[in-house]
């Protein structure tokens, strides 16, 4: 909480109605468990309707890079989605991180369930360099909202 008080300006908390909904099915069953529950929230909050505007695109970080098949997405060519080795290896790329193996690697020992699948070489160069510039625009102007 100390993190998203001091970044205030660069995290967005969204009540969803996927997440409303399971937390009701939690009290009638507090065992309730729902699959791609946060990737299902984040398309929710991407295709609010005065979201995206135009041309613009949103990143959706997943660990399961299959989930837009999972989830109902309204507009998918709205949406890059990008697997957990996709982002170390942005990072990597960007010189955020030094290795995204390491980074991958101690994920797994700490129990997480990432995927190794990249897909971000798939999408058009073009859009790829625009991901980068975002990350890049982020690294010149933390503060800034986007």
């Known amino acids: ?3 998203v008080k001091a970044h205030h300006a660069q995290v ?12 009701t099915a939690r009290i009638v069953n507090p065992q309730a468990y729902e699959p791609n529950l946060g990737e299902r929230a984040a398309v929710e909050v991407i295709e609010e309707p005065a979201r995206l505007q135009d041309d613009d695109k949103a990143i959706l970080l997943c660990e399961e890079t299959a989930v837009t098949r999972r989830v109902i997405v309204r507009e998918r060519d709205k949406i890059i989605e990008l697997s957990t080795m996709d982002f170390l290896k942005l990072l990597e790329s960007e010189q955020r991180i030094q290795s995204a193996d390491a ?33 890049r625009a982020v690294q010149r102007n933390p503060n800034a909202k986007r």
């Open 12 to 23: 967005e908390i969204a009540v969803t109605n996927a997440y409303v909904n399971f937390d």
């Open 103 to 135: 980074v991958f690697d101690r994920a797994l020992a700490a129990g997480r369930n990432a995927s190794r699948i990249e897909k971000f070489g798939q999408h058009d160069p073009a859009l790829r360099e625009a991901v980068r510039e975002t990350l």
């Open 1 to 3: 909480m100390d993190w």
